[in-house]
């Protein structure tokens, strides 16, 4: 059973950075992607990043493009969102995402395993 584990979560002030990390256990294959979404209150969870594995292909909500970047660890099943000039409006609870397909658009629910959520808080 996979299992993900999110952390690096944390208050800073506006420009500053932070990096999240999300490390998998469980999997048995490198076919998958691994993303955040992020839920800031009184709002609906939305798309941040995502990476595959296999292709290590990229890609951002155009909120975050030229900010955060998702990069892979020297572990393969461990990946990390670093979060620079971070603004207010980035305030949310952050998730990892796990999609076994290898989907880094994380359409199909079914295929999607979630880590806990972690808050980052940015303080003008």
């Known amino acids: 059973q996979v299992q993900l584990v999110n952390s690096g979560g944390g208050l800073v002030h506006v420009g500053g950075s932070l990096r999240l990390s999300c490390t998998a256990s469980?999997?048995?294959?490198?076919?998958?992607?691994m993303g955040w979404f992020r839920q800031a209150p009184g709002k609906e969870r939305e798309f941040v990043a995502g990476k595959t594995e296999g292709g290590g292909s990229t890609r951002y909500a155009d909120s975050v493009k030229g900010r955060f970047t998702v990069f892979r660890d020297k572990a393969w099943n461990t990946k990390h969102l670093q979060m620079n000039d971070l603004k207010p409006e980035d305030t949310a609870v952050y998730y990892c995402?796990?999609?076994?397909?290898?989907?880094?658009?994380?359409?199909?629910?079914?295929?999607?395993?979630w880590g806990q959520g972690t808050q980052v808080t940015v303080s003008s």
């Open positions: 469980g999997l048995s294959s490198d076919s998958f992607a």
């Open positions: 995402v796990l999609n076994t397909k290898g989907d880094y658009y994380f359409s199909r629910g079914a295929d999607n395993i």
